[in-house]
């Protein structure tokens, strides 16, 4: 602890007697200073004891001494040394009462008591204070290595807690919470995710110090991590504000908890090199090859019908979704295979599991703020996801067109997100609108709609009619009101104009297509 006033006045070499504030003796003396101005308050820093004789002051004035004594109270002194036998015999009753009245500690200096050696016991306590905190902090920084390598994260932020005598936690890079010590703090851990999430978007290393939940006490909050965008976070709180010797251990686990973070950073990479080739390995259809090289990192996935997922971003949207997935998958003790690919991101996810929920939340959130932006005039951002069907294997080239098939359908319909299931359960028709098909389209029945805007006949009429009918020529000419003969020789007609004939399956269904995707425009 550092010096008190109490330990001062318990100094039997220093004989210093006390005439005022008894009450208050428990307070911490930062420094003693000396100063015999008459104002020294715009010299003070506050936590000081005062030393004086005087000389400058008429300490018989009770007007003079309680300003002055007020003034020393407001700018933070906490005691005043009085040197009797050099100015004055004893204190004088003024400057006593008025101690008292602001209950500011007033110590008696005798002669014998050279100021010099009231300052160098203040020194002496401050300096083995410090000693003693920077001692603690090596044994906290010693027991955290060993709980670090021997239990791991867990085991670190249990030592944490014991050493600040509060509460630990660990976030994941997408701020949610992944241990707490004790376990009691996991509910205040998980209401700080808001505060976490902000720190993050700051460059490490960066921290902060919010009240906690509900004022119960006061956290700081750490980003771990190198990078430009932290990995992890850690939060520490405590009923007051740490000491030397608890920033010591906040500090030694901040480094440990970075270095974990850091190494788990390159085996990361690892895995992710050993996962493309796993991928690889599935597209070619080598899937005993794959389960081979998959091994226990991978396996479990392999044996579950799983999604593939591929997505199309730039780089910042695509590192968004790698955290939100991973992180997912992490919680819920299940497998993921993430693959970068340039631009592209290619994910292999149990179906039904975390990381595809995950995914389909993280797209979901892009799509509402892509909305926002519209309607603002902004650039949309580009992210574009495509879900296969379910599939085990031996289809993983299969689900891999089908995630590709359903990540073209997303663009060309402007969405983020598209499961290939939907494309199946829903109608061709929407798919007409693609400019591409409306461009064949007016291509193909050009030379119909000129020949009927000359009058001579309603060919597009009795082309969609006939189609309707599937070539039945009394019902589509009773549509049409007129005679079947006069349909035949419509169709006849068409067959002329356009080259072809009706009665070829393909033509019939190219061109009602085309007339389908005229008609919605």
């Not at 504030?21 to 104002?39: C, F, K, M, Q």
């Not at 460059?203 to 009240?211: C, F, I, N, Q, T």
């Not at 591409?436 to 009795?462: C, N, P, Q």
Request: contains cysteine; aromatic residues 4%; glycine residues 8%.
């Amino acid at each position: 602890m550092p010096p008190t006033l109490a330990s001062l006045v318990h100094h039997s070499a220093l004989k210093l007697t006390v005439r005022a504030g008894e009450d208050r003796l428990d307070v911490p003396v930062r420094w003693a200073h000396v100063s015999e101005l008459a104002d020294p308050v715009p010299y003070m820093e506050g936590g000081e004891l005062l030393l004086i004789t005087a000389l400058k002051l008429d300490a018989e004035d009770p007007q003079a001494m309680r300003k002055y004594v007020k003034r020393l109270v407001g700018a933070g002194v906490v005691g005043l040394g009085f040197a009797v036998g050099v100015n004055y015999d004893e204190i004088p009753k003024a400057l006593v009462d008025a101690a008292e009245h602001e209950g500011l500690p007033l110590l008696e200096v005798p002669r014998r008591t050279p100021f010099l050696a009231i300052s160098k016991a203040v020194s002496a306590a401050i300096a083995a204070d410090q000693y003693r905190a920077v001692t603690a902090g090596f044994a906290a920084q010693r027991e955290l290595t060993r709980q670090a390598l021997n239990a791991g994260p867990e085991g670190l932020l249990t030592a944490l807690a014991a050493q600040v005598d509060g509460w630990a936690a660990l976030y994941d890079a997408s701020g949610a919470v992944v241990a707490t010590a004790p376990e009691w703090a996991g509910r205040r851990a998980a209401r700080l995710t808001a505060e976490v999430e902000r720190l993050r978007e700051r460059p490490a290393p960066a921290s902060s110090v919010v009240g906690g939940p509900d004022n119960e006490d006061r956290v700081e909050l750490h980003s771990l991590g190198t990078g430009r965008r932290p990995r992890a976070a850690l939060a520490v709180g405590t009923a007051s504000a740490l000491g030397t010797a608890e920033r010591y251990a906040v500090h030694s686990a901040i480094a440990l908890l970075t270095l974990t973070t850091e190494r788990s950073r390159s085996l990361h990479a690892a895995e992710q090199r050993v996962g493309a080739a796993v991928l690889r390995m599935l597209l070619a259809g080598q899937p005993d090859h794959a389960r081979a090289v998959a091994g226990d990192l991978y396996g479990r996935l392999l044996d579950a019908p799983f999604r593939m997922v591929v997505a199309d971003a730039g780089g910042e949207l695509l590192a968004g979704l790698t955290e939100a997935v991973e992180s997912a998958a992490a919680r819920a003790g299940e497998a993921v295979l993430v693959v970068p690919e340039g631009e592209r991101l290619v994910v292999l996810a149990a179906d039904g599991g975390a990381a595809v929920a995950a995914c389909a939340e993280y797209a979901a959130t892009r799509e509402a703020a892509r909305a926002v932006r519209e309607q603002a005039a902004a650039e949309p951002d580009d992210l574009v996801v495509g879900l296969s069907a379910p599939s085990g294997p031996i289809a993983a080239a299969a689900a891999y067109k089908q995630a590709e098939q359903a990540l073209s359908v997303a663009r060309r319909r402007g969405r983020t997100l598209v499961e290939h299931d939907q494309l199946a359960s829903g109608s061709v028709l929407p798919l007409l609108a693609d400019d591409a098909v409306k461009a064949f389209a007016d291509g193909l029945l050009r030379a119909l709609y000129e020949h009927d805007a000359t009058g001579r006949g309603d060919l597009v009429a009795s082309l969609r009619a006939w189609l309707s009918r599937h070539g039945q020529w009394d019902a589509a000419a009773a549509d049409l009101g007129v005679h079947r003969h006069t349909l035949r020789y419509r169709m006849r007609r068409v067959e002329e104009i356009l080259g072809r004939s009706l009665d070829d399956p393909d033509v019939r269904m190219e061109l009602w297509l085309a007339l389908k995707a005229t008609s919605a425009e």
